[in-house]
């Protein structure tokens, strides 16, 4: 009769899941024995890194990623990277090994002891099977929660001497059964709602448009587009997105909206409806008192999120899928015309610039944009520049863009490397800060050793410039910890296999990109010691 072990396998197979990220501990071994010659797994260094990587992977496919973890200290120390996933809505199944069932109660060395309480409220779902016969279901209904809507990372214990355990034919029965269900979850609203809503666009004197990273992640690109583009729509991002929602080359595009109360609502004057979609309403940070919305503009909001729905402070909302329900209502309205639009220049750098060491951001950025392929799909976590960094590279096709929303250091480095593993045929080049990247800096390793060819470009101050800007901000000018001196991106890199060079101006810095993009053996980390520049508003 088959094992636990086996039946596990049979699942994940069956659901295309044949990529493991992990980092193992005696706890993990029995899940890993045996391991299929068609699975592959990806090992990463440290267990944050471990979902970095998932993350990345699993935005980059639009499928969902597995992920193993060492017991408790692992769960522990992959914590960060969870709560990440959780705020960028990537399906995740989280597993951890546990003690065998024999020596749980004694608490034995690497028991979890409260396992599932572990990993909340960063999970959807978290769970530990009762019986070793219940590891199979447990997991299938492990996938079908991180794939429904609202998308999230969900956990599960699995303790280490299920695995061996023999499933009667009743067992094996049900296992091969909850293999072979599937959820579907693409509802479009009722037709009632959608019709409401279509009216208010129609009676609407200036309507904006807002997007938000679900309508990237859940396939709404297009349909966004169409809609705008029949409606006459102006079109915002919005704010602290892990993705854009719409071409940023687009006529109707306006821009990324500020993330303070304040601000945004400054930027939207002259509307009288706003229409949210895929997005909370709204991210901000920092805290600039005022209005959510200006004087006499209402709002509604299309979410597949029913908590983005239930806080959001303000208008009404719409709880269905983003792709279905915008291809309905583009049918239902009538179409318009613009009014007024063009495409917007991204500042250029100074000509002046173009020989200065160190080189300012723009210059640095604007020659790896020039030097990127088309096909790039881009990974930031450069937080001090990632305004400008939007400006210059104005992605322009879905599933091109990543970084995070949910505010913790570490995903980028780790991102791209799960990006460009899950896929392959795509040039990935990350933006990572100098400090940023030390969060994840043993990604570079995993990269290394899965000759992932990567492009590393690393804008570098030597300082968290971010937080010196907040620094004055919040008139807490001078505080320690604020510089990073004797950084060495370059030794660190090849210390990891890594090939490394340092750009002396922006012309050096684009041949190095364009070099780098073109080749297929492995990652390229490209060093650019730049000026700081601090973001705004």
């Known amino acids: 009769?088959?094992?636990?072990?086996?039946?596990?396998?049979?699942?994940?197979?069956?659901?295309?899941?044949?990529?493991?990220?992990?980092?193992?501990?005696?706890?993990?071994?029995?899940?890993?024995?045996?391991?299929?010659?068609?699975?592959?797994?990806?090992?990463?260094?440290?267990?944050?890194?471990?979902?970095?990587?998932?993350?990345?992977?699993?935005?980059?496919?639009?499928?969902?990623?597995?992920?193993?973890?060492?017991?408790?200290?692992?769960?522990?120390?992959?914590?960060?990277?969870?709560?990440?996933?959780?705020?960028?809505?990537?399906?995740?199944?989280?597993?951890?090994?546990?003690?065998?069932?024999?020596?749980?109660?004694?608490?034995?060395?690497?028991?979890?002891?409260?396992?599932?309480?572990?990993?909340?409220?960063?999970?959807?779902?978290?769970?530990?099977?009762?019986?070793?016969?219940?590891?199979?279901?447990?997991?299938?209904?492990a996938f079908h929660l991180a794939e429904t809507a609202p998308r999230g990372p969900v956990f599960v214990s699995l303790p280490m001497d299920d695995?061996?355990?023999?499933?009667?034919?009743?067992?094996?029965?049900?296992?091969?059964?909850?293999?072979?269900?599937?959820?579907?979850?693409?509802?479009?609203?009722?037709?009632?709602?959608?019709?409401?809503?279509?009216?208010?666009?129609?009676?609407a004197a200036s309507p904006v448009l807002v997007t938000g990273g679900s309508v990237d992640a859940e396939g709404a690109w297009d349909a966004a587009v169409a809609l705008a583009e029949r409606r006459g729509l102006p079109v915002w991002a919005s704010p602290v997105e892990g993705r854009p929602g719409f071409p940023e080359n687009h006529p109707l595009y306006r821009g990324v909206l500020p993330a303070a109360l304040a601000p945004l609502a400054k930027t939207l004057e002259g509307h009288d409806l706003v229409l949210v979609v895929g997005a909370p309403v709204f991210r901000y940070y920092p805290y600039v008192a005022g209005p959510v919305l200006p004087e006499g503009a209402e709002l509604v909001l299309l979410t597949s999120?029913?908590?983005?729905?239930?806080?959001?402070?303000?208008?009404?909302?719409?709880?269905?899928?983003?792709?279905?329900?915008?291809?309905?209502?583009?049918?239902?309205?009538?179409?318009?015309?613009?009014?007024?639009?063009?495409?917007?220049?991204?500042a250029a750098a100074d000509p002046a610039e173009q020989g200065a060491a160190p080189m300012s951001v723009r210059a640095a950025l604007a020659a790896v944009a020039s030097a990127a392929p088309p096909a790039t799909l881009w990974v930031n976590e450069s937080p001090s520049n990632l305004q400008i960094f939007r400006d210059v590279v104005r992605v322009d096709r879905p599933g091109s863009f990543l970084t995070t929303t949910g505010g913790g250091l570490g995903f980028g480095l780790a991102a791209a490397v799960g990006a460009q593993l899950g896929r392959p045929e795509r040039p990935v080049?990350?933006?990572?800060?100098?400090?940023?990247?030390?969060?994840?800096?043993?990604?570079?390793?995993?990269?290394?050793?899965?000759?992932?060819?990567?492009?590393?470009?690393?804008?570098?101050?030597?300082?968290?410039?971010?937080?010196?800007?907040?620094?004055?901000?919040?008139?807490?000018?001078?505080?320690?910890?604020?510089?990073?001196?004797?950084l060495d991106l370059c030794a660190l890199a090849r210390g990891y296999g890594v090939t490394a060079h340092r750009a002396t101006d922006p012309a050096h810095l684009a041949e190095l990109v364009a070099v780098a993009t073109a080749a297929t053996d492995g990652p390229v980390l490209i060093e650019a010691p730049i000026t700081t520049v601090p973001p705004s508003l």
């Open 1 to 141: 009769m088959p094992t636990v072990r086996a039946a596990v396998h049979e699942l994940l197979r069956s659901r295309g899941v044949t990529t493991v990220f992990g980092n193992p501990g005696s706890t993990e071994l029995p899940f890993l024995q045996d391991f299929p010659d068609d699975f592959r797994y990806v090992l990463g260094l440290q267990e944050a890194v471990v979902v970095g990587m998932a993350d990345g992977f699993a935005q980059a496919t639009g499928t969902t990623a597995l992920v193993n973890l060492h017991t408790a200290p692992g769960v522990g120390n992959a914590m960060g990277a969870v709560i990440n996933a959780a705020a960028n809505h990537t399906p995740m199944v989280v597993t951890a090994g546990q003690q065998v069932r024999a020596m749980m109660t004694m608490e034995a060395l690497l028991t979890n002891v409260d396992a599932t309480a572990l990993p909340r409220p960063a999970v959807k779902w978290s769970y530990e099977p009762p019986r070793p016969q219940d590891v199979p279901a447990a997991l299938a209904r």
């Open 163 to 203: 695995f061996d355990v023999e499933l009667d034919e009743a067992e094996a029965a049900a296992a091969r059964h909850v293999a072979g269900r599937r959820v579907t979850d693409d509802c479009a609203a009722a037709g009632p709602a959608v019709e409401a809503l279509a009216r208010r666009l129609a009676e």
């Open 305 to 346: 999120d029913p908590g983005e729905a239930a806080r959001a402070p303000v208008g009404d909302a719409l709880v269905a899928g983003l792709r279905p329900t915008l291809e309905r209502l583009t049918e239902l309205v009538e179409k318009r015309d613009a009014t007024g639009g063009e495409v917007r220049a991204a």
């Open 429 to 486: 080049v990350a933006v990572i800060g100098d400090g940023s990247a030390q969060y994840a800096i043993t990604a570079l390793w995993t990269a290394a050793a899965c000759r992932a060819p990567v492009t590393f470009v690393v804008p570098a101050n030597q300082e968290y410039a971010i937080l010196k800007w907040f620094g004055r901000f919040e008139n807490t000018p001078g505080v320690p910890g604020l510089d990073l001196p004797g």
